[in-house]
Structure formats: C-alpha cells, structure tokens
C-alpha cells in the first residue's frame, strides 16, 4: 500500500446528525457557543484526521437535510448516492457511519467499528379504547396478583365459616352462613363488624392474619399504586413489539414505509432470519414507498403507517417537530457503525487505530448529541404534556373501572332486592299454606 498522503477528501452531506449545515460556515469543525452542534459524525472525522495530522478537503452533495441518499446500488454495477463518490474515487471517507450489509462488504472496506446504533420502529400513538379504559382501576396489580388475591378470598370465607360453625355448637351462638359471609366482606372493606369477632383463639389469629394481609398490605399497595395508575397517559401504544407490528402488517392495519435513501435496513429485511416472518407479510402487503424521511415522516402524521429508523438519523432528529409519534425497541437489535472506504484504502489502518484509542472521545460526542436531553429542534403545534409536578386533573376515561364498577352495583342491588322479594314472598305464602294445614285438624 502507499503511504498515507497528507490530505484526505471528506463527503459531507447535509444530513443532520451527522453532519449539521446551520452554522456560519458548513462544515464547521470546532464547537463553539455560535455553533454548538456541527454534527456528531463530523467532530469524530475531525478529531481522527487531526490526529493524523491530515489537511480534510470538504466535498459537497446537493441533496438538502433529510434527502440524502446514503447509497443504493442500480442494477448491480453503479451507486447511487454517497456511496457513487466513493465508487467513483471523488472522496476517501464520507462524514456517515455506515451498518454492515453483505452487498456493501462486496463493494467497500469497513472501518472497525465506531459505535453501535439502535434499529427502532416508529408509529403513531394511539388513543386508548374505552374498554381498555375500563381496567384502569385493576392497573395496580397484574392478573396473577388479582387471582391469588380471589383464590385467597375464597379460602378466608370458607375457613371462617368453618370456625363460626364450630363456634355455634360450642357457644351455642345462631349466626347463619350469609352473615359471616358478608361479614368478612364489610371488614375486606374496612367496615368492621362486630360479628367478626371470635370465641377461639384460632378464630381470632385467622383473623388477625387476614387484617394484616388483605388489609394493611394488599390494600394499602393498592392504594398507593391506584394514583399512578390512573394518571397515566391515555394513549397507548398500537402494539409493544416487532412480532406484534409483524402480525398488525399481515392483517393489513398497518402499512409498512420504505424510504428511497439506501438505509441498510431494508436489505437487513430482506436476508437477516429475524425478519423471516415479516418477509411473508409483505409478499400480500408490499412496503409503501416514500422517497425521504420527510415525506415518510407526514404519513406517520396520518395514521396505520409504520417504518423502520435508527436512533442516529435524521429522521429521528425530526421526530421532535411531529406530534404523537413513538418509538418501539422491544424485539430490534443494535448494528455497529463504521466508516467505509475503497478497498486497500491507505487510510484504513490510520483511522482504525485511531478509533480505538478515541473511544472515550467518541463515547463523549455520542452522549452529548443523543443522552444529554438536548433539544436541538423544538416541537411546533404540539400540546405540551404536563410535567410530574404540574397539576393534572383525572378525566372521565382514567375513572371509567370505578364508575363501570359502581354501575355493576346499581344493576345487581335492584335484581338482589327482586329476588329477596320473590323469596320472601313465596316463603310468606309457603308459611301460611303450612299454618292453615296444621289448623285443619283442631278446626274440625
């Protein structure tokens, strides 16, 4: 290989992260309080090639922020895109990290990795069905606490029944069944009766064990968990996972997007055995092409679209300035990113070693662009969500389980009280029946 030459050709697209053009001057390579953020991508090319002691001669595309295409390859022979000016030879490096693909290994040579990204999925929230709604007041505890919690229940009724009927023969005491039933009921509800109370020392530590757990315990948690529960935004999510988006893309709820811009996700689609099943879904529902970020961005702002994205893209940076978008991770790995350039490129060894010993670097420069909490566009036409001490009142929809339940007990107190009529007076006309037959005899 020849020695490294003094200088280096850099492709800087206007493709923010990477590389940000609203600054004085493009590309602007030092920080500074004029210009915070020249681009993340751009700080760790400048900072290798200055280790390097390499003069970087700027080289320019024409596609504006959020129109770069990274490389695609036409017809299997030309690139389109970044990747054409290094097929080409008009630059060494482009200012972008680059995934892993089969196609582009065939093509270029990888730098060792500089990072690691994560794919994402992004969609549109959506608005909680009422029925969803209703289960908010069970929120605090899943369904296997819920059937313990029952199970228990039942055992606690059936043992203190048991006792009070011991306690009847022993003591000589008349309290029939249902009113130790609704008894042990009224004290689950912190309504003491004095018909709990017991004769035997079992009875009473019986008692005592389900005061502390059923009511010091199971309904204090209860309690303090119900607030939270409630308070949580009402919108949801369409679904949590990529076997949950795989299966919404089958039925034909979802479309999937798919941006022109050679995003190595797609071919990652198209070969990698995690998406196998997604793969048989789009044979019946093909992707729906868009040609940039920004046109994929507007279809999400319609609604039953979803696509593929990466936490380092541009797209991601403009999430900010759309309302009610979300991002999914369950189920998606991370990629590394790398560098590429020509094959035998006599500048590989240099920025390999350079990357290494730079990590801390380059750790640094990620964590100020996308951990720190900066907010580098500001969401427009959005309604602000309150913050965790702002006052924020509970709406009829975070109500809604208490005030089914409250129906529930509307609709059972007359049916109970139409049976106990019917009862009663079936009983009454059963009792007199008996009466008139005992006084037939003596009457005559």
Not at 391 to 408: A, R, T
């Amino acid at each position: 290989m020849d020695p490294m030459p003094r200088k280096i050709r850099v492709l800087f697209p206007r493709n923010p992260p990477d590389n940000f053009d609203n600054c004085k001057d493009f590309p602007t390579f030092t920080p500074s309080i004029e210009c915070l953020f020249p681009g993340w991508t751009l700080e760790i090319i400048h900072s290798i090639t200055q280790a390097l002691q390499l003069i970087i001669e700027p080289v320019f595309m024409d596609a504006g922020a959020g129109e770069v295409n990274w490389g695609t390859l036409v017809n299997n022979t030309t690139w389109y895109g970044a990747l054409s000016y290094l097929q080409n030879n008009q630059v060494d490096v482009i200012s972008l990290l680059y995934q892993q693909t089969a196609v582009r290994a065939q093509w270029f040579e990888y730098s060792y990795p500089v990072t690691s990204v994560q794919e994402v999925i992004n969609v549109q929230e959506a608005d909680k069905a009422a029925e969803a709604s209703i289960w908010d007041a069970m929120k605090p505890f899943d369904n296997t606490v819920w059937g313990i919690f029952l199970a228990s229940m039942v055992i606690q009724i059936v043992c203190f029944v048991i006792v009070r009927k011991a306690e009847n023969q022993l003591f000589d005491e008349k309290e029939g069944l249902w009113e130790t039933v609704w008894s042990v009921l009224a004290f689950q509800l912190n309504q003491f009766q004095d018909k709990c109370n017991f004769y035997t020392n079992s009875g009473r530590l019986m008692l005592t064990m389900f005061g502390i757990c059923h009511l010091v315990l199971f309904l204090g948690l209860y309690q303090s968990y119900l607030i939270s529960a409630l308070l949580q935004d009402t919108a949801s999510k369409p679904f949590n996972n990529l076997e949950e988006m795989v299966a919404l893309v089958k039925d034909g709820n979802y479309e999937l997007l798919k941006i022109l811009n050679g995003n190595w996700i797609y071919d990652d689609i198209s070969v990698s055995p995690l998406f196998k099943d997604l793969r048989s879904a789009l044979v019946k529902h093909p992707y729906f092409i868009v040609n940039d970020s920004m046109k994929a961005l507007d279809k999400l702002d319609r609604g039953k679209y979803v696509m593929f994205n990466q936490i380092d893209s541009y797209a991601t940076l403009e999430l900010g300035t759309h309302c009610n978008i979300i991002t999914i991770t369950e189920g998606l790995p991370q990629k590394t990113a790398h560098f590429l350039f020509q094959p035998n490129s006599s500048f590989v060894n240099g920025f390999n070693k350079q990357i290494i010993m730079q990590q801390s670097f380059i750790l640094r420069t990620y964590m100020k662009y996308f951990d720190s909490g900066f907010r580098i566009y500001k969401p427009t036409n959005c309604e602000e969500k309150l913050g965790v001490n702002e006052y924020q009142p509970l709406g009829f929809k975070n109500c809604m389980g208490i005030f089914v339940i409250l129906l529930i007990g509307w609709v059972a107190c007359p049916f109970a009280f139409a049976v106990e009529l019917i009862t009663f007076k079936f009983y009454n006309r059963a009792k007199k029946l008996v009466a008139v037959k005992l006084m037939r005899p003596h009457l005559s």
